[in-house]
């Protein structure tokens, strides 16, 4: 089991551009999620997933889609960067809901 | 709101010593209490998940302990190596339903010197 897999691992993008962070996990896993990690603060939920087909928002959701159209795949989405969302952004799944997440490595995103 | 309070915010000791991290959270109700390790670079890790029945958990090295009267977790790293260097994270479980009742900490940065 490769786990959970995101790409890209570093970019680079200048204002206003988009861009669309991959995440794929092969343990069958239902629940997805998005986080992003910024200096001295905790971890926080952007969007999460239950299941293909069903998405909802989390703490910061403002500037990001995603979509999950199969059970491996959830990619993240920034409509039009903006240099606040600077930062590394990680994938999660778990089988269950309240069970330990499993987390990607992380794409680290900077925006001039 | 809730709230995982977490400290020291960073600690070093040397190799072979122990160290114990606190983790203290203002969450209800309460599903379970989970730690992280995250190495440099890379993603979180899942070290241990407690519940509230749960006051003692294991894995290897490492042995988190559990409060649910006082609001406190404790995590105890026995015979520090060098890689132990890491964040450690508290995270806690509000409603056992998923990513949305997750409080996190900000973390400890423990740095472990030869």
């Known amino acids: 089991n490769a786990g959970v897999t995101q790409t890209p691992k570093f970019q680079v993008l200048k204002t206003g551009q988009s861009m669309t962070l991959q995440c794929a996990q092969d343990?069958?896993?239902?629940?997805m999620s998005w986080y992003r990690q910024d200096p001295g603060m905790g971890l926080r939920l952007i969007h999460y997933?239950?299941?293909?087909?069903?998405?909802d928002q989390g703490e910061v959701p403002n500037g990001y889609n995603v979509s999950r159209s199969t059970t491996e795949d959830f990619p993240l989405r920034l409509l039009s960067a903006a240099p606040s969302q600077t930062s590394v952004y990680f994938c999660?799944?778990?089988?269950?809901?309240?069970?330990?997440?499993?987390f990607g490595d992380g794409n680290r995103l900077s925006i001039l | 709101k809730n709230q995982v309070e977490q400290s020291p915010q960073s600690l070093i000791i040397l190799e072979g010593k122990n160290c114990t991290l606190q983790?203290?959270?203002?969450?209800?109700?309460?599903?379970?209490l989970r730690w992280y390790k995250q190495d440099t670079g890379r993603g979180p890790v899942s070290l241990t998940i407690?519940?509230?029945?749960?006051n003692t958990k294991s894995n290897g090295r490492y042995t988190a302990t559990l409060d649910a009267d006082t609001k406190q977790s404790s995590l105890h790293i026995t015979a520090s190596q060098l890689s132990d260097s890491a964040s450690y994270i508290c995270?806690?479980?509000?409603?056992?339903?998923?990513?949305?009742?997750?409080?996190f900490g900000k973390g400890t940065h423990l740095i472990i010197q030869p």
């Open positions: 999660a799944s778990s089988y269950f809901a309240d069970q330990p997440q499993n």
């Open positions: 343990m069958n896993h239902e629940y």
């Open positions: 997933s239950v299941g293909a087909g069903i998405t």
């Open positions: 983790c203290n959270y203002t969450v209800s109700p309460f599903s379970n």
């Open positions: 407690m519940t509230f029945s749960e």
């Open positions: 995270v806690v479980s509000d409603s056992g339903g998923g990513a949305d009742g997750l409080t």
